[in-house]
Each structure stands twice: as C-alpha cells, then as structure tokens.
C-alpha cells in the first residue's frame, strides 16, 4: 500500500503538458491534476470566490478577519495564478495569436521536406491556432496547404485549387489524396 501512495504523489506532482492536438485531453487532465492537489482550489476555479473573498460596495475586498478566512484568500490567490499560469494574460494570448497568425501567413514547404513534413508542421500549426482561438474556414485552411506546397506540386495542385468542394473535404483527406502522387515526384536536386 505504500507503494502505491508513493507512486500516486508522483503523479499529482507533474503537471499536464499542453500538446496543441490534444487539447482536450489536457482538459481532462489538468482538472484532474489540480483535484488531486488540492480540491478546494478546484471549487474556487469552477464556483469562484467565496463570499467572504467578493468585493464589496466600496469596490475593494475586505481583509479576512479569521484563521479559515486567510486559507480560503490563500486558496483563492494560489487558484487566480494557477489560471494565469496556464492562461496567461490577454496580451501574452493576443501576441501568441498574432505570432502564429504571421507564421501562418508566412507558411511554405522546406526545400528537401517531403510534403508528410509540411503536412506535419502545417497541421501542426493550425492546431495551435485553434487552441488559441483563431477560427478558420476549412476551404482557406486546405487552399493555403496548397499553396504552400513547392513548385513541384503544381501540376497537383491546380485542380484541387479550381475545385468547389474544398470547404467540405478535411486536412487530413486532402493529404491522403495527394500522397498517390509524391511517389510521382522528383524533388529539386540542390
């Protein structure tokens, strides 16, 4: 049975990593990991302060007056930068989500990456603007995968491009389409 609590508190005590794709997950995850924390700060996260904790009419909140007050204002204050630590502040959001914006913009295939790698790093990508919050028509994310793909990739692509149905057909089966070709290809020799 120790055993088990030793191995138990070295789970509570590594926290999440956010991987873009697995958003969702992590959600999961996270509220997990702060329940086996320290439950009360979850109630602060999910219920909000405590009466005690609100600000008042005067727009300022009052000093805790009891022992159990001052543990709930600490449980409130390690709950606020729990949030801010994994949220961040909306200027470090904004300025994620213009950098990744930009490095969307700015996205083309490597020279020598075989397009499985700008499929990659472009998914990649979009994953982490849509954890950001950045919603994108399905028809401009395939036609700038597209695009993005080099020189060699015209002759393929152009079709894709002229056709009505890109809105409806996902990343991923795109991808799936065009990989028939790559064994067609031959690559820019430097």
Same mark, same amino acid.
């Given at each position: 049975?120790?055993?088990?609590? !030793?191995?138990?508190?070295?789970?509570?005590?590594?926290?999440?990593?956010?991987?873009?794709?697995?958003?969702?997950?992590?959600?999961?995850?996270?509220? &997990? @990991?702060?329940?086996?924390?320290?439950?009360?700060?979850?109630?602060?996260?999910?219920?909000?302060?405590?009466?005690? *904790?609100?600000?008042?009419?005067?727009?300022?909140?009052?000093?805790?007056?009891?022992?159990?007050?001052?543990?709930?204002? /600490?449980?409130?204050?390690?709950?606020?930068?729990?949030?801010?630590?994994?949220?961040?502040?909306?200027?470090?959001?904004?300025? /994620?989500?213009?950098? #990744?914006? /930009?490095? @969307? !913009?700015?996205?083309?295939?490597?020279?020598?990456?075989?397009?499985? &790698?700008?499929?990659?790093?472009?998914?990649?990508?979009?994953?982490?603007?849509?954890?950001?919050?950045?919603?994108?028509? /399905?028809?401009?994310?395939?036609?700038?995968?597209?695009?993005? #793909? *080099?020189?060699?990739?015209?002759?393929?692509?152009?079709?894709?491009?002229?056709?009505?149905?890109?809105? !409806?057909?996902?990343?991923?089966?795109? @991808?799936?389409? #065009?990989?028939?070709? !790559?064994?067609?290809?031959? #690559?820019?020799?430097?």
């Amino acid at each position: 049975m120790e055993n088990f609590a !030793e191995s138990n508190s070295t789970l509570v005590s590594k926290v999440p990593m956010l991987k873009p794709s697995e958003f969702d997950m992590w959600k999961i995850r996270i509220r &997990q @990991y702060i329940l086996l924390t320290d439950y009360s700060m979850w109630d602060i996260i999910e219920n909000g302060p405590s009466e005690a *904790g609100k600000i008042g009419p005067d727009g300022k909140r009052p000093p805790p007056k009891t022992d159990g007050e001052r543990k709930i204002r /600490q449980t409130e204050m390690k709950a606020l930068s729990t949030l801010l630590l994994f949220a961040g502040t909306k200027s470090i959001k904004r300025n /994620q989500r213009d950098v #990744l914006k /930009q490095q @969307y !913009e700015n996205f083309t295939s490597s020279k020598n990456e075989s397009m499985t &790698q700008t499929f990659d790093r472009f998914n990649k990508l979009i994953g982490e603007l849509a954890t950001v919050g950045v919603k994108m028509e /399905q028809d401009d994310i395939n036609r700038k995968f597209l695009r993005s #793909l *080099g020189d060699e990739w015209t002759m393929y692509t152009v079709s894709y491009r002229q056709s009505d149905n890109l809105e !409806e057909k996902e990343l991923d089966d795109l @991808y799936n389409d #065009l990989r028939v070709f !790559e064994t067609e290809l031959v #690559l820019p020799v430097e």
